[in-house]
Protein backbone atom coordinates (compact mmCIF):
# COMPACT_ATOMS: atom_id res chain seq x y z
CA UNK A 1 0.00 0.00 0.00
CA UNK A 2 1.38 3.54 -0.52
CA UNK A 3 0.33 6.89 1.37
CA UNK A 4 -0.29 10.18 0.74
CA UNK A 5 -0.18 12.64 3.00
CA UNK A 6 -1.98 15.76 3.08
CA UNK A 7 -4.81 16.55 0.25
CA UNK A 8 -3.52 20.16 -1.09
CA UNK A 9 -2.90 20.41 -5.04
CA UNK A 10 0.31 18.62 -3.41
CA UNK A 11 -1.02 15.75 -2.83
CA UNK A 12 -3.66 15.23 -5.48
CA UNK A 13 -1.44 15.08 -8.17
CA UNK A 14 0.66 12.51 -6.83
CA UNK A 15 -2.45 10.98 -6.64
CA UNK A 16 -3.05 11.73 -10.01
CA UNK A 17 0.75 10.46 -11.17
CA UNK A 18 0.61 7.40 -9.18
CA UNK A 19 -2.32 6.59 -10.97
CA UNK A 20 -1.14 7.12 -14.39
CA UNK A 21 2.23 5.05 -13.57
CA UNK A 22 -0.25 2.63 -12.37
CA UNK A 23 -1.80 2.21 -15.23
CA UNK A 24 1.22 1.97 -17.36
CA UNK A 25 2.70 -0.34 -15.33
CA UNK A 26 0.21 -2.73 -14.70
CA UNK A 27 0.68 -2.84 -11.10
CA UNK A 28 -2.21 -3.27 -8.45
CA UNK A 29 -1.27 0.03 -6.40
CA UNK A 30 -3.40 0.29 -3.18
CA UNK A 31 -3.66 3.73 -2.50
CA UNK A 32 -4.57 6.10 0.61
CA UNK A 33 -4.89 9.49 0.85
CA UNK A 34 -4.69 11.05 4.83
CA UNK A 35 -5.98 15.01 5.16
CA UNK A 36 -6.37 16.67 8.30
CA UNK A 37 -9.20 19.07 7.35
CA UNK A 38 -12.66 18.26 6.04
CA UNK A 39 -11.76 19.13 2.39
CA UNK A 40 -9.35 18.66 -0.32
CA UNK A 41 -7.33 21.33 -1.81
CA UNK A 42 -5.04 23.10 0.55
CA UNK A 43 -4.63 26.78 0.22
CA UNK A 44 -6.98 26.92 -2.86
CA UNK A 45 -10.38 27.62 -1.64
CA UNK A 46 -12.90 30.31 -3.30
CA UNK A 47 -16.60 31.61 -2.49
CA UNK A 48 -18.59 31.76 -5.27
CA UNK A 49 -22.12 33.88 -5.71
CA UNK A 50 -24.07 34.65 -8.72
CA UNK A 51 -22.60 38.70 -8.58
CA UNK A 52 -18.90 37.76 -7.60
CA UNK A 53 -16.27 35.17 -6.40
CA UNK A 54 -13.43 35.53 -3.97
CA UNK A 55 -10.08 33.52 -4.26
CA UNK A 56 -8.84 33.37 -0.76
CA UNK A 57 -5.74 31.68 -2.12
CA UNK A 58 -4.17 31.39 -5.35
CA UNK A 59 -6.24 33.02 -8.61
CA UNK A 60 -3.97 32.68 -11.50
CA UNK A 61 -1.57 29.86 -13.41
CA UNK A 62 1.29 31.03 -15.68
CA UNK A 63 1.09 28.82 -18.91
CA UNK A 64 4.57 29.19 -19.86
CA UNK A 65 7.61 26.40 -19.42
CA UNK A 66 7.86 22.97 -19.21
CA UNK A 67 6.29 23.10 -15.59
CA UNK A 68 3.36 25.59 -17.34
CA UNK A 69 2.96 23.42 -20.16
CA UNK A 70 2.71 19.83 -18.27
CA UNK A 71 -0.11 21.70 -16.02
CA UNK A 72 -2.06 22.59 -18.77
CA UNK A 73 -1.83 18.04 -20.27
CA UNK A 74 -3.15 17.84 -16.79
CA UNK A 75 -6.08 20.22 -17.05
CA UNK A 76 -6.93 18.77 -20.56
CA UNK A 77 -7.00 15.28 -19.24
CA UNK A 78 -8.95 16.02 -16.76
CA UNK A 79 -11.46 17.53 -18.55
CA UNK A 80 -11.22 21.01 -17.84
CA UNK A 81 -10.10 22.32 -20.99
CA UNK A 82 -14.06 24.61 -21.59
CA UNK A 83 -13.24 25.65 -17.89
CA UNK A 84 -10.14 27.79 -18.90
CA UNK A 85 -10.21 31.58 -19.01
CA UNK A 86 -6.82 32.83 -20.56
CA UNK A 87 -5.64 35.82 -20.57
CA UNK A 88 -4.10 36.86 -23.93
CA UNK A 89 -1.23 39.18 -24.68
CA UNK A 90 -3.48 42.31 -25.98
CA UNK A 91 -5.83 41.78 -22.73
CA UNK A 92 -5.15 44.93 -20.22
CA UNK A 93 -4.26 42.35 -17.51
CA UNK A 94 -1.04 40.96 -19.72
CA UNK A 95 -0.49 44.81 -20.19
CA UNK A 96 -0.68 46.65 -16.78
CA UNK A 97 0.93 45.72 -14.27
CA UNK A 98 1.68 48.48 -11.83
CA UNK A 99 3.63 49.43 -8.94
CA UNK A 100 2.84 52.20 -6.57
CA UNK A 101 5.98 54.00 -6.02
CA UNK A 102 6.11 57.72 -4.07
CA UNK A 103 2.28 57.82 -4.25
CA UNK A 104 1.80 57.23 -7.25
CA UNK A 105 0.64 54.40 -9.25
CA UNK A 106 3.06 53.59 -12.48
CA UNK A 107 2.58 50.49 -15.26
CA UNK A 108 5.86 47.92 -15.82
CA UNK A 109 7.23 48.39 -19.19
CA UNK A 110 6.35 45.70 -21.00
CA UNK A 111 7.17 45.82 -24.58
CA UNK A 112 10.19 46.00 -26.38
CA UNK A 113 9.91 49.62 -27.13
CA UNK A 114 9.36 50.82 -23.41
CA UNK A 115 13.25 49.11 -22.34
CA UNK A 116 14.24 52.28 -24.58
CA UNK A 117 11.96 54.86 -22.92
CA UNK A 118 12.33 56.29 -19.52
CA UNK A 119 9.63 55.35 -17.29
CA UNK A 120 8.38 56.21 -13.98
CA UNK A 121 9.82 55.43 -11.38
CA UNK A 122 13.34 54.22 -13.25
CA UNK A 123 15.54 57.67 -13.57
CA UNK A 124 16.69 55.80 -16.65
CA UNK A 125 15.49 53.82 -19.78
CA UNK A 126 15.86 49.82 -18.71
CA UNK A 127 18.36 49.46 -21.30
CA UNK A 128 21.00 51.13 -19.05
CA UNK A 129 20.16 48.21 -16.59
CA UNK A 130 22.29 45.77 -19.23
CA UNK A 131 25.23 48.08 -19.90
CA UNK A 132 25.46 47.99 -15.74
CA UNK A 133 25.86 44.35 -15.90
CA UNK A 134 27.97 44.27 -18.99
CA UNK A 135 30.46 46.98 -17.08
CA UNK A 136 29.87 45.39 -13.51
CA UNK A 137 32.95 42.96 -12.18
CA UNK A 138 31.97 39.70 -11.12
CA UNK A 139 31.94 37.80 -7.70
CA UNK A 140 32.41 34.09 -7.34
CA UNK A 141 29.65 32.48 -4.51
CA UNK A 142 28.00 29.83 -4.52
CA UNK A 143 24.30 31.50 -3.37
CA UNK A 144 23.20 34.96 -2.78
CA UNK A 145 20.37 37.02 -2.33
CA UNK A 146 17.82 37.68 -5.16
CA UNK A 147 18.22 41.25 -4.21
CA UNK A 148 22.09 41.53 -3.88
CA UNK A 149 22.41 39.83 -7.00
CA UNK A 150 19.90 41.93 -9.32
CA UNK A 151 21.45 44.85 -7.50
CA UNK A 152 25.05 44.11 -8.59
CA UNK A 153 24.21 43.12 -11.99
CA UNK A 154 21.56 45.78 -12.96
CA UNK A 155 21.73 48.51 -10.41
CA UNK A 156 19.23 49.27 -7.09
CA UNK A 157 16.39 50.56 -8.66
CA UNK A 158 15.90 47.57 -10.29
CA UNK A 159 16.01 45.90 -7.24
CA UNK A 160 13.73 48.04 -5.59
CA UNK A 161 11.22 48.62 -7.98
CA UNK A 162 11.14 45.82 -10.30
CA UNK A 163 12.45 42.42 -8.57
CA UNK A 164 11.42 43.45 -4.56
CA UNK A 165 7.84 43.75 -5.24
CA UNK A 166 7.67 40.77 -7.69
CA UNK A 167 9.04 38.51 -5.01
CA UNK A 168 6.58 40.44 -2.43
CA UNK A 169 3.41 39.07 -5.50
CA UNK A 170 5.21 35.22 -5.60
CA UNK A 171 5.95 34.52 -2.23
CA UNK A 172 5.23 37.43 0.11
CA UNK A 173 8.92 37.51 0.82
CA UNK A 174 11.77 39.83 1.17
CA UNK A 175 13.93 39.82 -1.97
CA UNK A 176 16.78 40.73 0.44
CA UNK A 177 16.71 36.94 2.17
CA UNK A 178 15.46 35.29 -0.93
CA UNK A 179 17.93 32.88 -2.89
CA UNK A 180 18.72 34.10 -6.24
CA UNK A 181 18.29 30.77 -7.28
CA UNK A 182 14.54 31.32 -6.93
CA UNK A 183 13.85 32.91 -10.03
CA UNK A 184 17.04 33.46 -11.19
CA UNK A 185 18.73 30.19 -11.40
CA UNK A 186 20.28 30.74 -15.25
CA UNK A 187 20.97 34.17 -14.68
CA UNK A 188 23.10 33.37 -11.57
CA UNK A 189 24.89 30.65 -13.23
CA UNK A 190 25.67 32.71 -16.41
CA UNK A 191 27.26 35.38 -14.54
CA UNK A 192 28.89 32.74 -12.49
CA UNK A 193 30.49 30.96 -15.26
CA UNK A 194 30.71 33.89 -18.21
CA UNK A 195 31.17 36.92 -15.91
CA UNK A 196 28.13 38.43 -16.47
CA UNK A 197 24.00 38.06 -17.80
CA UNK A 198 24.56 39.69 -21.09
CA UNK A 199 28.25 37.72 -21.83
CA UNK A 200 26.06 34.26 -20.86
CA UNK A 201 23.15 35.20 -22.62
CA UNK A 202 25.04 35.79 -26.05
CA UNK A 203 26.94 32.40 -25.58
CA UNK A 204 23.36 30.37 -25.27
CA UNK A 205 21.38 32.46 -27.59
CA UNK A 206 22.28 29.29 -30.34
CA UNK A 207 20.60 26.78 -27.75
CA UNK A 208 17.47 26.37 -28.91
CA UNK A 209 14.91 26.38 -25.72
CA UNK A 210 12.64 23.57 -25.59
CA UNK A 211 9.87 21.51 -23.20
CA UNK A 212 12.13 18.72 -23.07
CA UNK A 213 10.47 15.50 -23.87
CA UNK A 214 7.40 16.54 -22.49
CA UNK A 215 4.03 15.82 -25.33
CA UNK A 216 2.04 18.79 -25.66
CA UNK A 217 -1.88 18.48 -25.50
CA UNK A 218 -3.86 20.34 -27.74
CA UNK A 219 -4.35 22.88 -24.68
CA UNK A 220 -1.02 23.79 -24.22
CA UNK A 221 -0.45 24.21 -27.55
CA UNK A 222 -3.23 26.32 -27.98
CA UNK A 223 -1.55 28.37 -25.25
CA UNK A 224 1.81 28.24 -26.73
CA UNK A 225 0.33 29.66 -29.99
CA UNK A 226 -2.04 32.09 -28.85
CA UNK A 227 0.94 33.54 -26.52
CA UNK A 228 -1.43 33.43 -22.91
CA UNK A 229 -0.08 35.33 -20.36
CA UNK A 230 -2.17 33.24 -17.59
CA UNK A 231 -5.50 31.72 -16.86
CA UNK A 232 -7.46 31.25 -14.64
CA UNK A 233 -10.42 28.54 -14.18
CA UNK A 234 -14.13 29.38 -14.92
CA UNK A 235 -16.05 29.35 -11.84
CA UNK A 236 -13.05 29.75 -9.41
CA UNK A 237 -9.51 27.87 -9.03
CA UNK A 238 -11.10 25.22 -6.68
CA UNK A 239 -12.96 23.48 -9.63
CA UNK A 240 -9.36 22.18 -10.40
CA UNK A 241 -8.68 20.54 -6.79
CA UNK A 242 -12.42 19.28 -6.49
CA UNK A 243 -11.93 17.70 -10.08
CA UNK A 244 -8.33 15.98 -9.04
CA UNK A 245 -10.01 14.68 -5.82
CA UNK A 246 -13.32 13.07 -7.80
CA UNK A 247 -10.83 11.48 -10.32
CA UNK A 248 -8.81 9.58 -7.29
CA UNK A 249 -12.21 8.47 -5.65
CA UNK A 250 -13.44 7.24 -9.18
CA UNK A 251 -10.18 5.07 -9.34
CA UNK A 252 -10.51 3.77 -6.53
CA UNK A 253 -8.50 6.18 -4.43
CA UNK A 254 -9.38 5.64 -0.69
CA UNK A 255 -9.36 9.73 0.32
CA UNK A 256 -9.72 10.04 4.25
CA UNK A 257 -10.52 13.72 5.46
CA UNK A 258 -10.55 14.34 8.95
CA UNK A 259 -7.51 12.53 9.10
CA UNK A 260 -4.31 13.96 10.62
CA UNK A 261 -1.71 12.19 11.31
CA UNK A 262 -0.06 12.90 14.64
CA UNK A 263 3.35 10.49 13.99
CA UNK A 264 5.35 8.77 11.54
CA UNK A 265 7.45 5.48 12.56
CA UNK A 266 9.74 4.45 9.57
CA UNK A 267 10.08 0.32 10.32
CA UNK A 268 12.67 -0.55 7.69
CA UNK A 269 12.99 0.65 3.66
CA UNK A 270 10.00 -0.49 2.81
CA UNK A 271 7.16 -0.38 5.88
CA UNK A 272 6.06 2.98 7.51
CA UNK A 273 3.51 3.07 9.93
CA UNK A 274 1.27 6.45 10.34
CA UNK A 275 -0.68 7.45 13.41
CA UNK A 276 -3.31 9.27 13.04
CA UNK A 277 -5.62 11.42 15.29
CA UNK A 278 -8.72 9.12 15.34
CA UNK A 279 -5.85 6.74 16.97
CA UNK A 280 -5.67 4.66 14.18
CA UNK A 281 -2.22 3.38 12.71
CA UNK A 282 -2.27 2.48 8.76
CA UNK A 283 1.05 1.16 7.17
CA UNK A 284 2.66 1.85 3.73
CA UNK A 285 5.43 0.64 1.85
CA UNK A 286 5.80 4.14 0.71
CA UNK A 287 4.53 7.61 1.98
CA UNK A 288 4.53 10.54 -0.43
CA UNK A 289 4.58 13.66 2.48
CA UNK A 290 3.03 16.82 0.36
CA UNK A 291 2.50 18.38 3.74
CA UNK A 292 4.62 21.94 4.69
CA UNK A 293 7.76 21.14 5.75
CA UNK A 294 7.46 22.44 9.44
CA UNK A 295 4.52 19.66 9.58
CA UNK A 296 6.63 16.76 8.41
CA UNK A 297 9.45 17.89 10.78
CA UNK A 298 7.10 17.35 13.78
CA UNK A 299 5.68 13.61 13.17
CA UNK A 300 9.40 12.61 12.28
CA UNK A 301 10.96 14.18 14.81
CA UNK A 302 10.75 11.48 17.56
CA UNK A 303 13.04 9.54 15.57
CA UNK A 304 15.11 11.25 13.10
CA UNK A 305 15.56 14.77 15.11
CA UNK A 306 18.28 15.44 12.33
CA UNK A 307 15.89 15.29 9.71
CA UNK A 308 13.97 17.14 11.72
CA UNK A 309 15.85 19.72 12.22
CA UNK A 310 16.64 20.47 8.78
CA UNK A 311 12.69 21.09 7.78
CA UNK A 312 12.40 23.18 11.00
CA UNK A 313 14.84 25.52 8.88
CA UNK A 314 12.20 25.83 6.08
CA UNK A 315 10.61 29.20 7.34
CA UNK A 316 7.15 30.03 6.27
CA UNK A 317 5.09 33.69 6.64
CA UNK A 318 1.69 34.42 6.96
CA UNK A 319 -0.88 36.02 4.70
CA UNK A 320 -3.82 38.11 4.90
CA UNK A 321 -6.28 37.85 1.75
CA UNK A 322 -8.95 41.02 2.11
CA UNK A 323 -11.18 40.46 -1.04
CA UNK A 324 -13.64 43.20 -1.62
CA UNK A 325 -16.90 43.04 -3.77
CA UNK A 326 -18.56 46.80 -5.08
CA UNK A 327 -22.20 46.00 -6.22
CA UNK A 328 -21.89 49.17 -9.04
CA UNK A 329 -21.79 49.65 -12.89
CA UNK A 330 -19.38 52.43 -12.56
CA UNK A 331 -15.72 51.35 -13.59
CA UNK A 332 -14.18 51.95 -10.03
CA UNK A 333 -10.70 50.99 -11.42
CA UNK A 334 -8.43 50.79 -14.64
CA UNK A 335 -8.56 48.00 -16.58
CA UNK A 336 -5.51 46.20 -15.39
CA UNK A 337 -3.83 43.18 -13.72
CA UNK A 338 -3.63 44.86 -10.45
CA UNK A 339 -0.45 46.27 -8.64
CA UNK A 340 2.27 45.74 -5.94
CA UNK A 341 4.10 47.71 -3.27
CA UNK A 342 7.72 47.64 -2.88
CA UNK A 343 8.71 46.88 0.99
CA UNK A 344 10.83 49.97 0.69
CA UNK A 345 7.79 52.33 0.52
CA UNK A 346 6.70 51.05 3.87
CA UNK A 347 3.24 50.39 2.90
CA UNK A 348 0.84 48.37 5.28
CA UNK A 349 -0.28 46.35 2.28
CA UNK A 350 1.63 43.75 -0.46
CA UNK A 351 -1.00 44.87 -3.29
CA UNK A 352 -3.60 44.91 -4.59
CA UNK A 353 -5.01 42.28 -7.45
CA UNK A 354 -8.10 43.65 -9.71
CA UNK A 355 -9.93 40.37 -9.79
CA UNK A 356 -13.04 41.90 -11.85
CA UNK A 357 -10.51 42.66 -14.94
CA UNK A 358 -8.78 39.19 -14.53
CA UNK A 359 -11.26 36.70 -13.48
CA UNK A 360 -14.87 36.03 -16.12
CA UNK A 361 -17.94 36.45 -14.96
CA UNK A 362 -18.01 38.68 -12.25
CA UNK A 363 -20.80 41.38 -11.61
CA UNK A 364 -18.80 45.07 -10.54
CA UNK A 365 -15.47 45.26 -9.23
CA UNK A 366 -13.71 42.91 -7.34
CA UNK A 367 -10.89 43.49 -5.77
CA UNK A 368 -8.05 41.37 -3.43
CA UNK A 369 -5.70 43.11 -1.17
CA UNK A 370 -2.99 41.10 0.35
CA UNK A 371 -1.06 41.99 3.62
CA UNK A 372 1.41 40.62 5.62
CA UNK A 373 3.93 38.22 4.45
CA UNK A 374 7.82 38.52 5.48
CA UNK A 375 6.08 41.94 7.72
CA UNK A 376 3.09 40.45 8.78
CA UNK A 377 3.80 40.64 12.35
CA UNK A 378 6.04 43.36 12.65
CA UNK A 379 3.42 45.70 11.40
CA UNK A 380 0.38 43.45 12.36
CA UNK A 381 1.08 42.00 15.67
CA UNK A 382 0.94 37.79 15.93
CA UNK A 383 -2.75 37.73 16.05
CA UNK A 384 -4.64 41.20 14.40
CA UNK A 385 -8.20 40.89 14.77
CA UNK A 386 -9.59 40.86 10.77
CA UNK A 387 -11.86 44.21 11.31
CA UNK A 388 -8.81 45.54 11.97
CA UNK A 389 -6.92 44.25 8.56
CA UNK A 390 -10.06 45.35 7.05
CA UNK A 391 -9.87 48.66 8.05
CA UNK A 392 -6.19 48.70 6.82
CA UNK A 393 -7.15 47.02 3.42
CA UNK A 394 -9.96 49.87 2.77
CA UNK A 395 -7.77 53.03 3.98
CA UNK A 396 -5.29 51.48 1.58
CA UNK A 397 -7.33 51.54 -1.42
CA UNK A 398 -9.50 54.52 -0.51
CA UNK A 399 -6.15 56.43 -0.76
CA UNK A 400 -4.59 54.59 -3.91
CA UNK A 401 -7.41 53.84 -5.80
CA UNK A 402 -9.83 56.62 -4.96
CA UNK A 403 -12.39 54.61 -4.44
CA UNK A 404 -15.08 56.20 -2.45
CA UNK A 405 -17.83 53.63 -2.04
CA UNK A 406 -18.23 51.00 0.71
CA UNK A 407 -17.94 47.22 -0.53
CA UNK A 408 -21.14 45.70 -0.67
CA UNK A 409 -19.39 42.09 0.16
CA UNK A 410 -15.88 41.31 2.22
CA UNK A 411 -14.24 38.52 3.76
CA UNK A 412 -11.20 38.33 5.58
CA UNK A 413 -8.73 35.16 5.67
CA UNK A 414 -5.67 34.89 7.60
CA UNK A 415 -3.38 31.75 6.14
CA UNK A 416 -0.57 31.27 8.91
CA UNK A 417 2.77 30.06 8.07
CA UNK A 418 1.19 29.63 4.16
CA UNK A 419 3.96 30.41 1.69
CA UNK A 420 7.67 28.49 2.31
CA UNK A 421 10.45 31.24 2.37
CA UNK A 422 13.29 29.97 -0.05
CA UNK A 423 15.96 31.91 1.49
CA UNK A 424 19.68 31.69 0.97
CA UNK A 425 20.77 27.92 0.85
CA UNK A 426 17.99 26.56 0.20
CA UNK A 427 18.38 24.57 -2.39
CA UNK A 428 21.46 22.70 -1.07
CA UNK A 429 19.59 22.37 2.34
CA UNK A 430 16.71 20.24 0.42
CA UNK A 431 19.67 18.23 -1.16
CA UNK A 432 20.69 17.69 1.78
CA UNK A 433 17.05 16.58 3.26
CA UNK A 434 16.77 14.48 0.45
CA UNK A 435 19.80 12.43 0.86
CA UNK A 436 19.38 12.23 4.65
CA UNK A 437 16.25 10.44 3.34
CA UNK A 438 18.37 7.86 1.05
CA UNK A 439 20.95 7.14 3.19
CA UNK A 440 18.97 5.81 5.93
CA UNK A 441 16.97 4.19 3.34
CA UNK A 442 13.37 6.09 4.20
CA UNK A 443 10.49 5.00 2.41
CA UNK A 444 8.94 8.57 1.90
CA UNK A 445 9.13 11.08 -0.96
CA UNK A 446 8.63 14.56 -0.83
CA UNK A 447 6.38 16.89 -2.59
CA UNK A 448 4.61 20.03 -2.24
CA UNK A 449 5.77 24.09 -2.16
CA UNK A 450 8.15 23.42 0.74
CA UNK A 451 11.18 21.80 -2.04
CA UNK A 452 10.80 22.52 -5.29
CA UNK A 453 9.13 25.23 -5.92
CA UNK A 454 5.88 27.50 -4.73
CA UNK A 455 3.58 28.28 -7.51
CA UNK A 456 0.90 25.98 -8.50
CA UNK A 457 3.36 24.25 -11.76
CA UNK A 458 5.70 23.55 -9.45
CA UNK A 459 4.10 21.61 -6.67
CA UNK A 460 2.44 19.36 -9.94
CA UNK A 461 5.78 19.06 -11.66
CA UNK A 462 7.54 17.89 -8.20
CA UNK A 463 4.71 15.64 -7.71
CA UNK A 464 5.09 14.28 -11.01
CA UNK A 465 9.01 14.15 -10.98
CA UNK A 466 9.25 12.48 -7.51
CA UNK A 467 6.36 9.61 -8.60
CA UNK A 468 8.75 9.12 -11.67
CA UNK A 469 12.05 8.90 -9.65
CA UNK A 470 10.59 6.83 -6.79
CA UNK A 471 10.52 2.88 -6.88
CA UNK A 472 7.56 2.45 -5.15
CA UNK A 473 5.06 1.68 -7.61
CA UNK A 474 6.64 -1.43 -8.26
CA UNK A 475 6.36 -2.51 -4.59
CA UNK A 476 2.62 -3.39 -4.99
CA UNK A 477 2.09 -7.02 -6.64
CA UNK A 478 1.36 -6.71 -10.47
CA UNK A 479 -1.94 -7.95 -11.81
C1 LIG B 1 -2.31 33.56 -0.67
C2 LIG B 1 -1.68 32.66 -1.71
C3 LIG B 1 -1.72 33.03 -3.05
C4 LIG B 1 -1.14 32.21 -4.02
N1 LIG B 1 -1.24 32.57 -5.33
C5 LIG B 1 -0.76 31.75 -6.30
C6 LIG B 1 -1.03 32.02 -7.67
O1 LIG B 1 -1.75 32.99 -8.02
N2 LIG B 1 -0.48 31.16 -8.60
C7 LIG B 1 0.26 30.06 -8.25
O2 LIG B 1 0.75 29.35 -9.13
N3 LIG B 1 0.46 29.76 -6.95
C8 LIG B 1 -0.03 30.56 -5.96
N4 LIG B 1 0.12 30.22 -4.64
C9 LIG B 1 0.83 28.98 -4.29
C10 LIG B 1 -0.08 27.74 -4.35
O3 LIG B 1 -1.27 27.99 -3.69
C11 LIG B 1 0.66 26.57 -3.70
O4 LIG B 1 1.80 26.27 -4.47
C12 LIG B 1 -0.14 25.28 -3.58
O5 LIG B 1 -1.47 25.49 -3.25
C13 LIG B 1 0.55 24.41 -2.53
O6 LIG B 1 -0.02 23.15 -2.49
P1 LIG B 1 0.54 22.02 -1.49
O7 LIG B 1 -0.22 20.81 -1.73
O8 LIG B 1 2.02 21.98 -1.61
O9 LIG B 1 0.31 22.60 -0.03
P2 LIG B 1 -1.03 22.91 0.78
O10 LIG B 1 -2.01 23.61 -0.06
O11 LIG B 1 -0.54 23.58 2.03
O12 LIG B 1 -1.62 21.47 1.15
C14 LIG B 1 -1.14 20.71 2.22
C15 LIG B 1 -2.31 19.90 2.78
O13 LIG B 1 -1.80 19.05 3.81
C16 LIG B 1 -2.74 19.02 4.87
N5 LIG B 1 -2.00 18.64 6.10
C17 LIG B 1 -1.08 19.36 6.80
N6 LIG B 1 -0.63 18.66 7.85
C18 LIG B 1 -1.25 17.44 7.82
C19 LIG B 1 -1.19 16.26 8.62
N7 LIG B 1 -0.38 16.20 9.69
N8 LIG B 1 -1.97 15.20 8.29
C20 LIG B 1 -2.79 15.25 7.21
N9 LIG B 1 -2.88 16.36 6.40
C21 LIG B 1 -2.13 17.42 6.71
C22 LIG B 1 -3.30 20.43 4.90
O14 LIG B 1 -4.55 20.46 5.56
C23 LIG B 1 -3.39 20.75 3.41
O15 LIG B 1 -4.63 20.39 2.87
C24 LIG B 1 -0.47 31.02 -3.64
C25 LIG B 1 -0.42 30.65 -2.29
C26 LIG B 1 -1.02 31.44 -1.33
C27 LIG B 1 -0.99 31.01 0.11
Known amino acids: MTAILGGGLGGLSTGYYLLKNNINNNSNLKLFLLEATNYCGGWIKTIRTKDYLFEQGPRTIRPKGTTGLNTLNMIQDLGLSEHIAPIKPD ?39 LFNDIKSPYKEME ?45 FEWEQNHGGVVKGLMKSMFNSKSAGDLELSELAKRAQEEKWNVYTIKGGLETFPDTLHNYLVENNVTVKLNSQVEEIEFVDSSSVALKNNNGITLTANHVY ?12 EK ?12 PFV ?29 CPILGVVFDSCCIPDQNGTVLTVMLGGKWFEEKFGANPPENMLMEIALAEIRKILKI ?4 TASN ?68
Not at 289 to 300: R, T
Not at 326 to 342: C, H, M, Q, R, S
Not at 440 to 449: Q, W
Open 303 to 314: QHPVLAESLYEI
Open 412 to 479: VNILKKCIPQYVIGHYERVDRIREYIQVNNLPISLVGCSYDGVGINDVIFSAKTQVEDSPCVFHDKPT
Open 143 to 187: DDSIYNFVERRFGKEIADYAISPMICGICAGDAKQISVKFLMKTL
Open 289 to 300: ASIPAYSLAKLV
Open 318 to 346: TVAIVNLYFDTTENLIKPAFGFLVPPIEN
Open 404 to 407: KESP
Open 91 to 129: HPAAKNRMIYVRNNLHILPSSLISVFQKNQPFSKPLIYA
